[in-house]
């Protein structure tokens, strides 16, 4: 190694002073260039258009892991709502909004694009696609998710970048309780709800004296809705027997539920969602649990929070059992029957709770830009915040101002027994109207934050 | 006369430097020059070099450094939490964490060797993971993710009279915050003194000897060597650059999940050492970035992106290329990644440094510099392999 060619140290030396010469010059100017943001007139803001011809969302949601089928209708609703806005389309609920300022020509004359990205329900993996579109993309507004882990990680990333978040899925008392976020909206109900929503209907269908079993996912939105459910069932007399927490995406319960035929209890309730609750619930009905008598009473399962796309994994397991969903494609209200036939007139079949909900969520963003007259973030956030409309599905909503959460009636539903097609798998029990599953602001804690950041 | 070759550490340094710190302006024409995926190279670039003192030198394949990286993560979080949001405690304190982890679990694991102290590094790091994940979930917050809040204590911050802003605080150095371009020179300047103290194993005494043990350990033991002391300290060091790494992506980002001590995250680092070039300086690097980029950069492709790029050729064809590329981004992006490990693995199994090697060797040929060397080239610095 020691012997050195003489001719090869002159072309190696030449070679080396070029790069390193070229090197240094190229790399002092960026040394002192921070995030710039690409301000014009007016106040200054990130990814801000200018005078672009077009703006873009980025939709942000599951594309693998245990709630990847969310995550695929999310992003259906997405590119309707995106078609929607650009006036293509039948229009869908830009129809039937009510108060409404979009035009149908894009957002303030700027056409609607996207980006995509997978959040693997991993809180890592969704903020680092998050942030590739926010620094790479040039985003406007981020949307999506189905995990309230993900929603609370990535809103907590949009408040410190400054682009306003709205929510998906996501149904932790967390999202809007104690880690709100001054720019992350959501219009999905919550546990707290859910819980108030099922109380009276549980104790019609069961009784007051009741053992419950929880098997909760072991996450924020989890813990949470145990503890809503819990706080509910517990005030109608019902007994706790155990809450055993699993993993997201375990596969497997069955070691989770073999104990349960020997604890007493005569209700489960299961807060699991996507694949992990039609995997539990399916294990449930094979150990027979819905055929056992404890106590004396019928052995019930509860499942608080229900989708038709879990319903459709679930089968025949689903039939009879009780919870509550942010919306079903069956209310017959003129806005929902709009989105479902435009949604149905491009997919040839109904959207889930998921991709109402996000659909909602994009357009509810572009009107909020399109009152504001501009797409500086606090200007938006304060047309969004309060704002009152109706004509999406849920009857009159409000964006509650205090913590950017949605109030609006809640449906209880039970697995329909006699289906009469392949999607008519959740028939509707009641309607809970929105004073029932009303709390104050103050209730959760939690600080919404600056509005210039 | 100092020679200028790559045979000397400050040349081969300012190179380094240089490369690096420029990576904004290198990497724009492939759309790599956003500050997070440069962070990210420069990251598991480091995560990468640990990684490689441990398997280029002495063979012993670990297949649980993540759990270095997770350990690295949430303690740099609880420093934010705890002390200050200064991000050099949190790096000092996230490297001598993964270290007294890595010697605890090194110290047991290099009992075996092989297939076996694979197998015991992965269990490790797959209890941690579960720990992580359900156990300890009032230090690791579970599957949510530990993050940072309001009320958080930050006893130095606090001390110091940091008057509390409205909204979190942001990871800062002085005063500098550490997140876009600064998080990036950061993590650079730290990547670059990584390599160094790299360089210098490499080429020192300490590094031959590892190298020996891979070579042949038995016969180092008959010469009356104890191995055990070199192969722990080699584990421990891997390990403090695993809990370097760690702390780094709780400063870029102060968010930390279990996530990162999965097994998969074990296995992305070898993949990246072994595509790059195990056993050389540059090579994990370079699978670095190789991974990294198609990472983002292709699962973030569509078929209207597809158009856009072959939409020079004619309508019909077009079609055609983007039907059957399709597949290869977007969500396949791991088909892709999995066939070129292959190819790679097939036919450089010295992964793409070799290839590189090769390359520099037949342009010399072709323009009849000088002999063909393979023992000293250009890009591999005269690294044992």
Redesign the interface.
């Given at each position: 190694?020691s012997t050195?060619?003489k001719?090869?140290?002159e072309?190696?030396?030449d070679?080396?002073?070029a790069?390193?010469a070229t090197?240094?010059a190229?790399?002092s100017p960026?040394?002192f260039?921070?995030?710039a943001y690409a301000g014009s007139h007016n106040m200054p803001f990130r990814n801000n258009p200018g005078s672009a011809k077009s703006v873009k969302f980025g939709f942000n949601v599951p594309?693998?892991g245990a709630y990847a089928d969310e995550g695929a209708d999310e992003l259906r609703a997405y590119k309707l709502a995106v078609k929607h806005l650009n006036g293509e389309g039948d229009g869908g609920m830009m129809n039937t909004m009510k108060p409404m300022s979009l035009k149908g020509n894009g957002i303030l004359g700027k056409k609607v694009e996207y980006?995509?990205?997978?959040t693997q329900t991993?809180?890592?993996?969704a903020?680092?696609?998050a942030?590739?579109m926010i620094?790479?993309d040039g985003v406007l507004m981020i949307t999506g998710g189905s995990s309230?882990?993900v929603a609370?990680?990535v809103q907590?990333?949009c408040?410190?970048m400054g682009v306003i978040f709205m929510a998906g899925l996501t149904h932790s008392n967390d999202t809007t309780g104690k880690d709100k976020r001054?720019y992350g909206f959501r219009h999905f109900f919550n546990a707290y709800m859910s819980g108030r929503a099922l109380g009276p209907v549980l104790k019609k269908e069961m009784g007051t004296d009741r053992k419950a079993y929880h098997l909760t996912?072991?996450?924020?939105w989890g813990w949470t809705q145990e503890e809503s459910i819990k706080n509910t069932t517990e005030e109608l007399g019902w007994q706790t027997t155990a809450a055993v927490?699993t993993?997201?995406g375990a596969g497997d319960f069955s070691q989770y539920i073999t104990p349960i035929l020997n604890s007493g209890a005569d209700v489960l309730i299961l807060n699991h969602y996507g694949k992990d609750m039609i995997n539990s619930l399916t294990q449930a009905v094979q150990f027979g649990l819905r055929d056992k008598q404890v106590n004396g009473k019928q052995f019930e399962i509860v499942v608080p929070l229900f989708s038709r796309l879990m319903a459709q994994g679930a089968g025949d397991n689903i039939k009879g059992i009780l919870g509550t969903t942010n919306w079903n494609w069956s209310l017959k209200d003129k806005g929902s029957q709009a989105f479902v036939k435009s949604f149905g007139a491009e997919y040839g079949f109904p959207p889930s709770q998921a991709a109402h909900t996000c659909y909602v969520q994009a357009l509810l963003y572009a009107n909020a830009c399109e009152q504001a007259g501009t797409f500086y973030p606090p200007q938006v956030i304060k047309a969004l915040e309060g704002f009152n409309f109706d004509g999406m599905g849920n009857g009159p909503t409000e964006y509650r101002a205090e913590d950017h959460q949605c109030f609006k009636d809640v449906l209880v539903v039970r697995g329909n027994q006699n289906p009469s097609s392949q999607f008519d798998l959740l028939e509707i029990v009641q309607e809970v109207p929105r004073s029932q599953v009303e709390y104050p602001a103050s209730m959760f804690g939690g600080?919404l934050?600056?509005y210039v950041? | 006369m100092m020679?200028?070759?790559?045979?000397n550490n400050a040349?081969v340094m300012?190179?380094f430097s240089?490369?690096v710190?420029?990576a904004?302006?290198?990497l724009a024409p492939i759309?790599a020059d956003?500050?997070?995926?440069l962070q990210?190279f420069a990251i598991f670039g480091i995560f990468a070099i640990g990684f490689n003192i441990l398997f280029g030198l002495t063979g012993y394949l670990s297949f649980g450094h993540a759990a270095f990286l997770g350990i690295g993560s949430y303690t740099a979080v609880w420093s934010f939490k705890l002390f200050t949001m200064n991000v050099l405690p949190a790096v000092i304190l996230g490297t001598i964490m993964a270290g007294v982890f890595a010697l605890a679990i090194g110290y047991i694991s290099l009992r075996r060797s092989g297939i076996y102290f694979s197998i015991l590094t992965l269990a490790f790091a797959q209890m941690s993971y579960s720990l992580a994940?359900?156990v300890l979930?009032p230090i690791t917050n579970?599957?949510?993710?530990l993050?940072l809040t309001?009320n958080d204590a930050r006893v130095i911050d606090s001390l110091f009279g940091v008057e509390a802003?409205?909204?979190?605080p942001?990871t800062n150095l002085f005063g500098q915050v550490m997140?876009?371009?600064?998080g990036f020179?950061f993590c650079a300047v730290i990547l670059i003194i990584g390599f160094y103290v790299s360089l210098k194993i490499f080429r020192s005494p300490f590094g031959l000897k590892l190298t020996a043990i891979k070579s042949n350990q038995t016969r180092m033991k008959y010469t009356g060597f104890n191995t055990r002391p070199y192969l722990l300290s080699a584990f421990v060091i891997s390990g403090m650059y695993a809990g370097l790494a760690g702390a780094l992506m709780s400063i870029t980002?102060p968010?930390a999940?279990a996530?990162?001590m999965q097994w998969t995250a074990s296995g992305e680092v070898v993949l990246m050492t072994i595509l790059g070039g195990v056993g050389t300086l540059i090579g994990p690097l370079l699978g670095v970035g190789i991974i990294k980029y198609f990472e983002?950069i292709f699962?973030?492709m569509?078929p209207s992106a597809l158009h856009e790029i072959f939409n020079f050729l004619p309508l019909w064809l077009e079609n055609i290329v983007v039907g059957i590329t399709r597949h290869f981004v977007g969500?396949g992006w791991h088909l892709t990644l999995g066939a070129m490990f292959m190819l790679v693995v097939i036919f450089l199994p010295g992964g793409v440094m070799e290839g590189i090697t090769k390359l520099f060797n037949y342009i010399k040929k072709k323009l009849g510099?000088?002999?063909v060397?393979s023992?000293?080239h250009?890009s591999e610095g005269?690294d044992r392999k």
């Open positions: 190694m050195k060619d001719s090869k140290d072309s190696r030396r070679f080396l002073k790069t390193a090197g240094i190229a790399s960026m040394f260039v921070k995030d594309q693998s980006v995509t990205g997978d991993k809180s890592d993996a903020r680092a696609s942030k590739r620094e790479k309230s882990g609370v990680a907590g990333l408040q410190e001054r996912a072991d996450y924020t927490k993993p997201v600080e934050g600056p950041v | 020679k200028i070759s790559l045979q040349v300012l190179i240089a490369v710190l420029t904004p302006l290198w759309g956003y500050p997070d995926l990210k994940y359900s979930t579970g599957e949510t993710g993050q309001m802003e409205a909204g979190l942001s997140s876009g371009y600064s020179y980002d968010l999940g996530e990162r983002n699962s973030a569509n969500d510099l000088n002999r060397d023992e000293d250009v005269g």
